[in-house]
Each structure stands twice: as structure tokens, then as C-alpha cells.
T-cell receptor, first 110, second 114 residues
Framework: GIQVEQSPPDLILQEGANSTLRCNFS?????LQWFHQNPWGQLINLFY???GTKQNGRLSATTVATERYSLLYISSSQTTDSGVYFC????????????FGKGNQVVVIP | GAGVSQTPSNKVTEKGKYVELRCDPI?????LYWYRQSLGQGPEFLIY????????DSGLPNDRFFAVRPEGSVSTLKIQRTERGDSAVYLC????????????FGAGSRLTVL
């Protein structure tokens, strides 16, 4: 099946700093989503972004489908941004099943 | 409902027992998914329902696992003869099955098998 690799696996940020999380995938996709899992385990959908660029407040994401990667940008980080960020993809012909990466563990310190 | 509801939130059971986990999706969402998340890992796909039927159950690890969605809304994941390796958080998600399948997840059911 499709492989999803996320980097860096762990990241510690000073509050106010910016960061970039990367997701590489091994096959063409027709669905890519970024999720944030908070310290209580709740997964929240951040972006549906199989291609192009989207922005939502301090977060933005870009997917370059032809080069098989996606980036999640966090600007002016806050302590509430702490948690694990997951990239999940569905390959073409993937029958609606999302494959998740192992996540980026982000800790924002005040 | 407003969100995806999962019960119980926590379940502790003994090896060999039978367990049922329930998922109540967002009203109107025809697609329903079960995932399993082990500590330090991303969620792993188990099964996908479109309406009442299991469109893809290829992620179920073995025949001890079974899921139903008899009326196309609430789903139950059933685990027979539980083993310690079944301990994980079981996540349910639903989506409008029309084009972009943006998933909304529930809070999960944490299963611990002693």
C-alpha cells in the first residue's frame, strides 16, 4: 500500500516561533488531509488538501501532488498548538481508506 | 448529532472476553470508518461502511473482529476472545460520501485487555 513519511518526528518550539512539517507519500493521491491530535487524543481535521494551498488563521498547507509531498506551516505558534500532527492520504483507487503517517509530535513551550 | 459519539470511552476487560464498541456518526453521514491507534503510532484502517454494507473490511486483523451497521447509522465493532495485543484506542469517523471524503473523528474508545 501507499507509504506516508512525516518529518520531523519530534519538534520543540518556543511560543511565537514558526515551523514547517513535511509529509512525503509514495504514490499518486486523490485525498490528503492534515489532522491535529490534541493531548486528550481528539483528532481534528485541519485541511483537506490533495493539491494546492490553503490557509486557516495561523495555519496553512501546501500539497505538490506531482512531487508527492505536502507541507503544513504553523506561524506564531501557541501552546495550544501542542500535540501530534498527522498527514493521511488516499491513493488513487484506494477505496476511501486513508493511510496515516506516524505523525509529528509538536511541543510548544511558553 | 453534532459530532461523532463513541461509547464507552474506556473499557478494561480480561483476556478472552467479548467486547462491543459503539459509534454514532454525524447525522446524514453515509460513510463510516473504524480505525485503531496504538501508542505512538498513526491510526490504522480497519473497516469502511457505505450505508449498511461494509465496502472494505480488508483492515480487520483477523476473524475475531467484526463490525455491523444494520440501519446505516450506528455501528458496532465487536471483538471476540480478546487478546492483550488488542489493547489500543479504537477510533470511529464519518463523512459525507460525496466527492471529498473529509473525515470527522470521534474521541475514541480506549480498550485495555488485561
Amino acid at each position: 500500500g501507499i507509504q506516508v513519511e512525516q518529518s520531523p518526528p519530534d519538534l520543540i518550539l518556543q511560543e511565537g516561533a514558526n515551523s514547517t512539517l513535511r509529509c512525503n507519500f509514495s504514490d499518486s493521491v486523490n485525498n490528503l488531509q492534515w489532522f491535529h491530535q490534541n493531548p486528550w487524543g481528539q483528532l481534528i481535521n485541519l485541511f483537506y488538501i490533495p493539491s494546492g494551498t490553503k490557509q486557516n488563521g495561523r495555519l496553512s498547507a501546501t500539497t505538490v501532488a506531482t512531487e508527492r509531498y505536502s507541507l503544513l506551516y504553523i506561524s506564531s505558534s501557541q501552546t495550544t498548538d501542542s500535540g501530534v500532527y498527522f498527514c493521511a492520504v488516499e491513493s488513487r483507487g484506494g477505496n476511501n481508506r486513508l493511510a496515516f503517517g506516524k505523525g509529528n509530535q509538536v511541543v510548544v513551550i511558553p | 448529532g453534532a459530532g461523532v459519539s463513541q461509547t464507552p470511552s474506556n473499557k478494561v476487560t480480561e483476556k478472552g472476553k467479548y467486547v462491543e464498541l459503539r459509534c454514532d456518526p454525524i447525522s446524514g453521514h453515509t460513510a463510516l470508518y473504524w480505525y485503531r491507534q496504538s501508542l505512538g503510532q498513526g491510526p490504522e484502517f480497519l473497516i469502511y461502511f457505505q450505508g449498511t454494507g461494509a465496502a472494505d473490511d480488508s483492515g480487520l486483523p483477523n476473524d475475531r473482529f467484526f463490525a455491523v451497521r444494520p440501519e446505516g447509522s450506528v455501528s458496532t465493532l465487536k471483538i471476540q476472545r480478546t487478546e492483550r495485543g488488542d489493547s489500543a484506542v479504537y477510533l470511529c469517523a464519518s463523512s459525507l460520501s460525496s466527492g471529498a471524503n473529509v473525515l470527522t473523528f470521534g474521541a475514541g474508545s480506549r480498550l485495555t485487555v488485561l
